[in-house]
């Protein structure tokens, strides 16, 4: 009887989702994940700086129309964000996932910590523009290492867990914010530690990537030389093998089917990152001209407050995304997604009118728009796509639309600048939440049916 129990218990754990993890798995998901919270930073320290920053960078004549500036400095790091990680992308098909990771997150640390000492702000936007290059293929290339190495049945929570360094990294960015703008060590350039601070541990993470294998997937790929965009076999049911490789780019659009997906991706990617940028990005400075009119005392300080639980949101969006998603499949997950984010932006920026209600909207739009809006792009794409592609299309996906998306942010400034407010501005843009309520429907349901070969 007893050893029928512990027969029965065995089997119970066999069967529980991290089971077959080894400690390689989890050295994987520790060095993605650590790579991947310095971009969180990063992408948070930029907005919540953004008023000190420009005053510290701006002429008098600048500052007369400083929206638009602040969506320009966001805009051109997108620009450079979007470049850099399609190269990035590209390149890991055909060099590998760990060495492109490792100069990323080795350049992002140099050249995040050389913004720190701008001193105008066309030199800060060209620090901007740099960084973004270097940063922008750290994520894709962590993802389609982490997928093509852990378990089918493991994969979507590990890649969740993965997109949560993004949340943790712009969670630590706003409680040292909170901490730093309230002692002021270096007064109105107090701004400038942010950056530094930032890039300093990012020579941690370079240590830690040593120990992580590549992906086995990949070099069994390339060494049979299997080119497959969208699975193991082409449209002609005949093994896609060649000496000649072709281009990965140039794959994802040869083929139909690749192409397709690729293009519906690239809209809803185009969905996250402008809802993003151009809406929820603005939430700190619309808290703070909420508190003033509330004539609070600390109106700055609620910026930083709400920062902080948005991003708690984010985190536990962050780190339940896996079993949603494995449970309502990738179709119903993303546009349940979109409609949240639409539901809560309007929420956010037409029926909130003081700080008390803030705290509690700004957690439920944060687990939304930073949180879900982003995880899918963790476990979906990657599952539509062949492993000698896998990298490029992923850094497609995320990184195309920051080539598009860019002039959002820009748009945005000059919207607020016309609607006379934050929150007029956020409505209009918003709308481009339906989309991805839509779109989603358009692509292939990939839950259980493994990663393609």
């Known amino acids: 009887m007893k050893q029928a129990v512990q027969q029965e218990t065995l089997s119970a754990s066999g069967n529980r989702w991290y089971s077959d993890l080894t400690p390689m798995h989890w050295r994987v998901l520790k060095a993605s994940f650590l790579g991947w919270i310095f971009d969180g930073y990063e992408a948070l320290v930029l907005v919540i700086v953004m008023a000190p920053m420009l005053h510290s960078v701006l002429t008098p004549a600048q500052a007369a129309s400083t929206p638009v500036y602040a969506g320009l400095v966001i805009g051109i790091t997108l620009l450079g964000w979007g470049i850099g990680g399609l190269v990035g992308g590209v390149l890991a098909d055909y060099i590998g996932r760990k060495r492109v990771m490792l100069w990323s997150v080795f350049l992002y640390a140099v050249l995040s910590g050389l913004t720190a000492f701008s001193q105008s702000f066309w030199m800060l936007c060209v620090l901007r523009f740099v960084t973004g290059l270097a940063m922008g293929s750290e994520w894709s290339t962590g993802i389609a290492l982490l997928s093509e190495t852990w378990p089918e049945k493991a994969r979507a929570k590990g890649a969740g867990f993965l997109q949560s360094g993004m949340g943790w990294g712009t969670l630590v960015a706003a409680v040292v914010w909170y901490w ?26 370079l240590y830690i990537r040593r120990g992580v294998n590549e992906s086995e997937e990949w070099l069994n790929a390339v060494r049979e030389k299997r080119w497959s965009v969208t699975g193991s076999e082409n449209a002609a049911n005949a093994p896609v093998v060649s000496d000649q490789r072709p281009f990965t780019l140039t794959q994802l659009f040869a083929d139909p089917a690749a192409r397709q997906r690729s293009l519906l991706l690239l809209a809803l990617s185009f969905v996250t990152i402008v809802g993003w940028w151009a809406i929820s990005s603005w939430l700190p400075a619309y808290t703070v001209s909420i508190a003033k009119a509330q004539g609070l005392a600390d109106a700055a300080a609620w910026g930083s407050r709400v920062s902080i639980i948005y991003t708690v949101g984010a985190i536990v ?17 993303i546009s349940l997604t979109f409609l949240g984010c639409l539901v809560s932006t ?9 700080v008390e209600m803030m705290a509690v909207i700004a957690p439920i739009n944060g687990f939304f728009t930073l949180g879900f809006a982003f995880a899918w792009m ?20 995320f990184n195309a639309a920051r080539l598009v998306a860019w002039m959002f942010p820009i748009i945005a400034g000059n919207l607020i600048t016309s609607f006379g407010g934050v929150a ?30």
């Open 180 to 205: 730093l703008s309230s002692i002021q060590p270096l007064g109105a350039d107090t701004w400038r530690l942010m950056f530094l601070l930032g890039a300093i541990p990012a020579f941690f993470v």
């Open 317 to 333: 969006a962050y780190l339940v995304t896996g079993f949603v998603v494995d449970a309502i499949g990738r179709r119903a997950f």
């Open 346 to 354: 309007f929420v956010t920026y037409r029926l909130t009118d003081s």
């Open 378 to 397: 963790a476990i979906y794409p990657g599952e539509l796509f062949g492993v000698t592609v896998r990298s490029t299309a992923i850094s497609f996906v």
């Open 424 to 453: 007029q501005a956020a409505l209009v843009m918003g709308s481009v939440y339906v989309l991805g309520i839509v779109l989603p429907w358009f692509l292939p349901e990939t839950r259980g049916k493994g990663m393609p070969r």
